[in-house]
């Protein structure tokens, strides 16, 4: 005859003792906070442009955000578009016309 092993009674659980009557209160401790100040946009310069030559622009992936008023953006979408070029066209012809050397280009 074969005999059938009976299942082992699990021990049952004791009743949760009592919480402390204070432990739902959170426990806050006041911190110093120590704020650093923000970094401006920080520039090493190096060398003057001409010092370094014109062929080191490695360094540079040939793009940025530039934050403007909505206007603003507004006007030089309309101008690139009566000029029929694109936004960053113009945008890149306006500002090389703006930091063009002396005596470059322009008489």
Known sequence: ??????????PKVAAK???PAMA???VTVARKVVRKAP????????????ARGDGDYTKYSGKFT?????????ALVD?????????????TNALSRTVASPGKGKK
């Open 79 to 91: 101008r690139a578009e009566r000029e029929g070029v694109s936004l960053n066209l113009f945008v």
């Open 66 to 74: 530039v934050r403007l008023p909505k206007s603003l953006h507004q």
């Open 39 to 50: 970094v401006k946009h920080a520039v090493k310069v190096t060398k003057s442009p001409s």
């Open 24 to 26: 739902h209160k959170k």
């Open 17 to 19: 003792a009592a919480k």
């Open 1 to 10: 005859m074969v005999q059938k092993k009976k299942a082992k009674a699990k």
